[in-house]
């Protein structure tokens, strides 16, 4: 085992796994309408919906650099459906890169590095 290897808490890997593929999801929904209708209003009980998942992956990534570059959707601006797949796009790689840190080939097998 690399002694230099990033480690994280269980409780981020955890919650990195459970929202990952919600948060893959979510992404393709966004990329879909966007590419239908970019320009199309999104609803505030969609943003409300995107919002909670969004508050949780900032858990996982709220001591990574990336975090001040990810914002959450403003609910009262009713942004539209190419803008929240942009901001989608970032969390999607900010949790890409998260994994690329902590989770990794330990000598027998692929595992995150726990603190």
Same mark, same amino acid.
């Given at each position: 085992m690399n002694q230099n290897q990033a480690k994280t808490t269980s409780k981020k890997a955890s919650t990195h796994d459970v929202m990952t593929p919600l948060l893959a999801a979510m992404f393709e929904e966004f990329k879909d309408l966007a590419k239908k209708k970019? @320009?199309?209003?999104?609803?505030? #009980?969609?943003? =409300?919906? !995107?919002?909670?998942?969004?508050?949780?992956v900032r858990e996982v990534l709220a001591d990574e650099e990336s975090i001040e570059f990810l914002d959450?959707?403003?609910?009262?601006?009713?942004?539209?459906?190419? @803008?929240?797949?942009?901001?989608? #796009?970032?969390? =999607?790689? !900010?949790?890409?890169?998260?994994?690329a840190k902590y989770y990794a080939w330990n000598g027998t097998e692929h595992t995150w590095f726990l603190k």
């Open positions: 970019p @320009d199309a209003a999104v609803s505030k #009980s969609k943003l =409300v919906i !995107a919002n909670r998942l969004l508050n949780r959450l959707l403003n609910e009262d601006d009713v942004p539209q459906a190419s @803008d929240v797949t942009l901001v989608f #796009s970032q969390y =999607v790689a !900010a949790m890409g890169a998260f994994k």
